[in-house]
């Protein structure tokens, strides 16, 4: 099993660099050709998302990103460390305020796009973050 990991500031610059080593890397691992743009969106929408998550809960800790070979398969993590907590119902006629609306429904969006792109989606998060595991399967790479 092969590994790659990257770790980026939380910032909407770095997530064209991920994306394009997480294709590089799908390539390398086997990933067909014809879903490594899937790849490239997921990834991008993947960490689009942990940077957004980051960002509103002011957390300037890396992105973190493993890029696993495995027998027959390739996965991407893309993990956070912005805290969840199980939501509470709020009493009667008391709202969230805006920012966590907003931040809630862009963060459904992104894994709605990303359960779009990828059949294989595990999502997983706790109070100390989050991680988004992505399979795609892998051919064996034949020399001539």
Do not use: N, Y
Not at 30 to 59: F, K, M, N, T
Not at 113 to 123: A, F, N, Q
């Amino acid at each position: 099993m092969a590994t790659v990991e990257l770790r980026f500031s939380p910032l909407p610059e770095h997530v064209r660099t991920a994306r394009l080593v997480a294709a590089a890397v799908a390539r390398r691992a086997g990933v067909d050709e014809a879903v490594l743009d899937e790849v490239r969106l997921a990834v991008g929408e993947a960490c689009s998302r942990a940077v957004g998550l980051h960002r509103s809960s002011d957390i300037t800790a890396p992105v973190r990103v493993a890029l696993i070979e495995e027998e027959k398969q390739f996965s991407i993590e893309v993990g956070d460390e912005a805290p969840r907590t199980i939501a509470v119902p709020a009493a009667p006629g008391v709202a969230g305020s805006g920012d966590e609306l907003e931040a809630e429904g862009e963060d459904e969006m992104g894994l709605a796009v990303i359960s779009g792109l990828v059949d294989d989606v595990e999502v997983t998060a706790d109070e100390s973050g989050g991680l988004l595991r992505m399979t795609w399967p892998t051919t064996p790479l034949t020399l001539p």
